[in-house]
């Protein structure tokens, strides 16, 4: 194996822990720091795509739709909705605003699946 695929894999393990994580807290009912895992998950997933572009070390940033960009990546309007409520709720953990905007279980659910399904599209297709 050489080092552009020791990194990616790295890039790639991580961010299967983050979903882990993102599970076990959605599970128990900790929505929205589960759902920041879950923007967790995604970012690696994308800065995976960069660096196998680039070969350069992975922007450090959490901007999603940047991400996107930096690594030519297109998805559908259906993801990119579910990347704009991850980062929501990350901004929500951050900056607490008490808007009660939080996801229901169900929510949570759904979004849960989604990030599993898009990470596991952003793996194959690395």
Not at 25 to 33: K, P, V
Not at 47 to 69: C, E, I, Q, Y
Not at 106 to 124: C, G, I, M, P
């Amino acid at each position: 194996m050489n080092d552009t695929e020791k990194q990616l894999e790295a890039w790639i393990k991580s961010a299967k822990t983050d979903l882990d994580t993102a599970t076990l807290l959605i599970n128990e009912a900790r929505l929205t720091e589960g759902l920041f895992f879950c923007l967790l998950a995604i970012e690696k997933g994308l800065k995976a795509h960069v660096f196998r572009l680039t070969k350069k070390s992975a922007p450090k940033s959490g901007d999603l739709m940047d991400l996107l960009r930096q690594a030519h990546i297109q998805v559908s309007e259906q993801d990119k909705e579910l990347l704009g409520i991850l980062m929501d709720c990350q901004l929500e953990l951050r900056y607490p605003t008490y808007t009660n905007d939080v996801p229901t279980v169900n929510q949570a659910f759904d979004y849960l699946n989604r990030t599993r399904e898009l990470l596991l599209w952003l793996e194959r297709t690395l």
